[in-house]
């Protein structure tokens, strides 16, 4: 668990952080789709639901790479 933290804390290479923004990004389109006030036909709402996923696991991959070699 230590290891994980260490890697989350760790600097992240410019690529990774704009991979990062772009899940960020994903993340909230979907999850603004998802919440909509308004009933939205079954492909738009489970497209949403993908993009948050994919915006999740991207954000969270993205912020666990580093540049230390070491390990």
Do not use: H, W
């Amino acid at each position: 668990m230590k290891k994980i933290v260490n890697r989350a804390t760790a600097p992240t290479p410019k690529f990774f952080k704009v991979l990062r923004n772009v899940g960020l990004v994903l993340a909230a389109v979907g999850g603004t789709i998802l919440a909509a006030p308004i009933a939205l036909p079954v492909l738009v709402t489970t497209i949403g639901g993908y993009m948050a996923v994919a915006g999740g696991v991207l954000t969270a991959t993205s912020q666990l790479t580093t540049t230390d070699d070491s390990e």
